[in-house]
């Protein structure tokens, strides 16, 4: 109904990075929010649930920056994956560093909507909107990812552990753009896994998905990160289970240890896509999975 | 020469059974085809809204106008405005919009026009509506049980027996004593619960219509099945002659039978905005809106107990379906009657009693959807022989094998079935083909946490209306003679996607020996194309194709006898006829074959002249940790009696089998409180491309005496019948879990699988 509103939005462009930092922190003095437009994807969509604007409301300010320079891209150097927060996740999948270096991310990036939500979407969005159910933020936190984020203050890294403190609730202040993020990469080779149990095959928003990274040394796990969409109202890190799989052997670990560390992990709910019920199911069927292809005997 | 005439003198291949281009598919590749709301606006045309009660059940205490609004260029209709306030369907029970009593969610309450669309989304936000919620019945049981009464008398909108040898006794006590006791003489009785629930058509293109008045009456165009449905509820809801009433269909993005009695709702409501306001009134819904306010399928409950011999004979049949007829009846009667006519099955039995029962309860009425019925009641009985097999230690496919009709057995109304039954050959190439028997032998395979597993379904639909439907509407069709030999079509019979215009060319031109760019389809409007009935039923080509051959054949005929007499060829002799005559037309009407009987109040005869046949076979693999279910092939092979454009006829096998794959697997109506919590495309899991399993179509044609073309049948229908079963049955013999309940979802699965461990 209200996409008749968007007229009502005043949109523009900033000219830069610092430019736009000062328009965010001078509305944001003012008390006035600013809506920072990549793709859209989100965005967009949820303006045609609002109720219509009334004529006497304040005039939303939209600043695309789907063009922005300082948050595009994608480079890698010694080790460190640098993802402009405006980065679409096509040319996230198409990426070569991307699909040689974190497949995993590549793989998120394929399964993600449908190709013309690919070309739009981006992680920067994706962080903002904050949604436990993203898969794209539940690979980040697979990576332990870093945000760059920036306002007049300066910037800032903020390590994926420290990001989000509750539903659409995050540690990142109201006037910092996320400009990028940043994966240290794993060793080459290292073993991963996407599994996303969507509504269906493709355009499915996930009912769980696992992203999952590890490093091996013989029988053991040195290095697991986990991620976890659509389990609780923050994109789940899964830190029992990863305690549990890096403090012994991998043919000690048993399938209902790493059950239990799995529940104790998340808290998912019923809603519109699944239930709480079949995601708890769901939820130690994809980490048993992840795990009995490193070697546990799960 | 011209070409009608060369293609008229020499003699060519026929067009029926080829796959001539669509004639409609350059416009719609192209974006050229004008959808309803591409028509362009008209000078000082509105766009109309409705405001739709938010709660399933309520006293409508009061309206009120939000008196800081600016009303000054809203129009605003409300039931009180009405001279009549009623929707007319088969009865007129459904208010246009709700007066005192608010019998559904999303019920329209009130009817705004302006011509700014964003302040018109204010205005609907600044009518207060004063409710006083009562208690909502949602649940059919419930219903039946007159825990509070709704609708009526008794909330029941329908009931209909079918009964046949021992309990064909017409006292009703008797006979279900009799059905009872002659199942409990058996030497094998199964008894059986099975649900299945909503789905919703979502047709590419929701609702949308342009309402206008001039001094000739009230103009409605827009996206619709049934110009004449429409045309009838206009002339109803105003009071007006027949003439006063124009209804045109827009090119139309799909209905699947969302589109057969909704239209006349949104009509109304445009046309009144309309009348009020004096301007021309446009009324498109977006997806939201049309998910929650119109039609869905009917959800049913059937509960089966069968008797049959140790050899697997089947002897007798009971069956109990109960259907959610939602809040007003509107279709609900007859969508009951084509299930209770389809819940048999394909299958001989002895002794049968049908007890068929619609009830409202406080959802949006349920109305048509392909199928009508028949797939919730397949679903069923399919289902029931699946453990009828498991019980009598046998493949479900040879004992359906072993009971199938045949040519000169009797169905449960007492229906000999004459001819074109090709069943058995459907059965045969599509067990075949998919290599059933092979695969069912072998254990189910498991590959690392995958299982894989086959299973089919066997099943008939009725093509063309019930019982004496076809005689009491006489369907009419008009083909004129234009100038240069050229044939007009005219017929109420709408191209909704399917391809109608198409074939009813190939089927004038073969009739009559011309070229197909000869043929002409004239948009369907009630002010020039005579009334074919509506578009449903399968019945399109079977029985309007029917008319066209028969009405193109007596134009040509007419041409030909000129030609005899004067020479010349086709074209010159149709200009020298045109000239004398200045108008040459053949309006036939529809001749139902003379051996049709049935009797309604009994529900005895021949319940359809002709039934289309399928068999179905779906592979699947089932993710055994996650209990996704993907389906890996599908197999149909389905009697249509001749395919007049075989590709089309094939798209509708596959398109229907997609659609039932969708409702067995992924398509969900969420419901909370009489409520639909997923009401758009993101949410409401229908099949993407990914989704679809590789098709593999055979056409069987068991030619039918009466149809066009050489035989054709319905079947848009019957492809919708038997996926769900199938799937069913693949996943059971993948993982041994027997569903009784669709949709199949994984945490349906899971339900079944912790219960069976339990």
């Known amino acids: 109904m ?48 609002k109720p219509p604007r009334g004529d006497a409301d304040p005039r939303p300010l939209v600043v695309d920056v789907s063009c922005m320079a300082e948050l595009r891209g994608i480079t890698a150097t010694r080790g460190l994956l640098r993802i402009g927060a405006a980065a679409t996740y096509l040319e996230i999948r198409r990426h070569p560093t991307v699909i040689e270096r974190a497949p995993m991310l590549a793989a998120m990036a394929r399964e993600l909507g449908a190709i013309q939500i690919q070309a739009r979407g981006t992680l920067g969005g994706n962080l903002a909107t904050a949604s436990p159910a993203a898969d794209g933020v539940a690979a980040l936190a697979a990576y332990d990812a870093s945000i760059v984020v920036k306002s007049v203050r300066g910037e800032r890294r903020i390590p994926f552990s420290a990001l989000q403190t509750g539903y659409k609730q995050s540690t990142r202040a109201p006037d910092e753009v996320i400009v990028a993020v940043e994966i240290a990469l794993p060793p080459e080779g290292s073993p991963w896994l996407w599994r996303k149990v969507g509504t269906r095959r493709a355009q499915a928003i996930s009912k769980v998905a696992l992203a999952g990274i590890a490093v091996r040394s013989e029988d053991r796990v040195v290095r697991l990160g986990l991620g976890m969409a659509s389990v609780a109202p923050i994109t789940a890190t899964l830190l029992q289970t990863r305690a549990l799989v890096l403090s012994r052997p991998l043919s000690a670990i048993t399938a209902d240890a790493l059950d239990a560390a799995v529940l104790s992990d998340i808290a ?24 009995r292809d490193l070697g546990a005997p799960v | 020469m011209t070409t009608a005439a060369q293609n008229a003198s020499s003699a060519r291949p026929p067009f029926i059974g080829t796959n001539v281009p669509r004639t409609d598919g350059a416009s719609k590749v192209t974006g050229r085809a004008a959808y309803v709301d591409d028509l362009p606006r008209e000078p000082g045309e509105l766009f109309g809204a409705t405001v739709r009660s938010p709660v399933p059940r309520a006293r409508l205490r009061g309206i009120t106008l939000d008196p800081a609004f600016d009303w000054s260029d809203v129009t605003v209709v409300r039931a009180s405005d009405l001279a009549v306030n009623e929707v007319q369907c088969i009865t007129a029970e459904q208010p246009i919009l709700a007066a005192d009593q608010i019998r559904h969610a999303y019920e329209p309450v009130v009817l705004l026009a302006c011509a700014d669309k964003r302040k018109l989304a204010q205005a609907v936000r600044a009518v207060k509506l004063d409710l006083e919620p009562l208690t909502p019945i949602l649940d059919p049981e419930q219903s039946l049980a007159k825990v509070d009464v709704i609708w009526g008398e008794d909330n029941v909108h329908k009931r209909f027996s079918i009964t046949k040898g021992r309990a064909d006794l017409p006292d009703p006590a008797a006979s279900a004593a009799a059905i009872e006791a002659a199942i409990a003489s058996s030497e094998v009785v199964v008894r059986g619960r099975y649900t299945t629930h909503h789905q919703e058509q979502l047709y590419i293109e929701p609702q949308g219509v342009i309402a206008r008045w001039d001094e000739k009456g009230v103009h409605v165009t827009g996206s619709l099945q049934c110009p004449y449905y429409v045309h009838k509820a206009l002339v109803h809801g105003f009071d007006l002659a027949a003439d006063r009433v124009h209804v045109t269909q827009a090119v139309t993005g799909g ?32 997806r939201k809106e049309d998910i929650e306010a119109t039609t869905k399928r009917h959800p049913a409950i059937c509960e089966i107990v069968s008797g049959c011999d140790r050899d697997g004979t089947l002897r007798a049949l009971s069956i109990r379906i109960l259907m959610d007829g939602g809040a007003y009846m509107t279709l609900t009667p007859v969508v009951l009657s084509r299930g209770a006519l389809h819940a048999a099955g394909v299958y001989r039995w002895d002794d049968v009693r049908i007890d068929a029962v ?186 309007v194709g029917g008319i066209v051959e028969r009405a193109a054949r007596e134009v040509a005929a007419r041409v030909r006898a000129e030609q005899e007499t004067s020479g010349g060829d086709f074209a010159a002799a149709a200009d020298r006829l045109l000239t004398k005559e200045r108008e040459v037309t053949a309006l036939v009407q529809y001749e139902h074959p003379g051996w049709v009987t049935w009797d309604d109040s ?63 697997l992924w398509e969900d109506v969420v419901w909370k409180n009489g409520l639909i919590q997923n009401p758009r495309m993101t949410n409401y899991i229908i099949p993407t491309a990914l989704d679809a ?57 899971l339900e079944l699988q912790t219960n069976r461990k339990g």
């Open chain 1, 268 to 291: 998912p709910i019923d809603d519109v896509r699944s239930t709480r019920e079949y995601r708890k199911h769901a939820a130690k069927a994809v980490v048993r999975g992840f795990l």
């Open chain 1, 2 to 49: 209200s996409l008749a509103d968007l007229p009502l939005h005043d949109m523009q462009r900033a000219a830069s990075l610092d430019a736009l930092c000062g328009i965010v922190a001078e509305r944001h003095a003012r008390g006035e929010a600013t809506v920072l437009l990549a793709g859209g994807t989100d965005w967009v969509v949820e303006q045609e649930l």
């Open chain 2, 693 to 749: 399993p590789p098709m593999h179509v055979d056409l069987v044609e068991a030619p039918y005496a009466y149809g066009p073309g050489g035989g054709a049948k319905g079947v848009g229908e019957l492809p919708m019948d038997g996926g769900a079963p199938a799937i069913a049955a693949a996943v059971e013999h993948a993982t041994g879990l027997f569903a009784r309940d669709l949709p199949l979802l994984p945490e349906r699965l």
């Open chain 2, 358 to 543: 619609a009830v409202a309860t406080n959802t949006p009425p349920n109305g048509a959807f392909r199928g009508f019925g028949a797939p919730q009641t397949i679903w069923a009985i399919e289902r029931h022989l699946d453990r009828v097999a498991q019980e009598l230690g046998r493949d479900p496919m040879d004992l359906k094998a072993q009971n199938m009709l045949r040519e000169g057995d009797t169905t449960a109304t007492g229906q000999t079935l004459r001819g074109s039954v090709g069943v058995a050959e459907c059965l045969e190439k599509a067990l075949t083909a998919s290599g059933y028997h092979d695969k069912r032998k072998a254990p189910p395979a498991v590959r690392g946490r995958v299982a894989r597993g086959i299973g089919a379904s066997v099943f008939m639909h009725g093509a063309g209306f019930t019982g004496s439907g076809e005689k009491h509407l006489k369907g009419r069709v008009a083909v004129d003679l234009l100038p240069g030999g050229r044939l007009r079509i005219r017929t109420a019979s709408t191209d909704i996607g399917q391809g109608t215009e198409t074939v009813f060319r190939q089927i004038a031109a073969d009739a009559t020996g011309l070229h197909l760019a000869d043929i002409d389809f004239a948009v369907p409007s009630t002010s020039y194309v005579p009334d074919s009935g509506p578009t449903v039923a399968s019945r399109t080509v079977m029985v």
């Open chain 2, 602 to 664: 009994t529900y005895k005869g021949d319940a359809y002249p002709v039934y289309g046949y399928a068999c179905d076979v779906a592979e699947v693999e089932v993710d055994l940790d996650t209990l996704e279910v993907t389906v890996t092939g599908f197999w149909s092979a389905t009697d249509v009696g001749k395919a007049i454009h075989p590709v089309m006829c094939k798209g509708q096998i596959e398109g229907g089998s997609l659609q039932a794959i969708g409702w067995a």
């Open chain 2, 255 to 286: 209905g699947f039978g969302g589109k057969e009695e909704y239209p006349s709702v949104i009509a109304l409501h445009a046309a009144l905005l309309a009348q009020k306001s004096g301007k021309p009134v446009r009324m498109i819904y977006d």
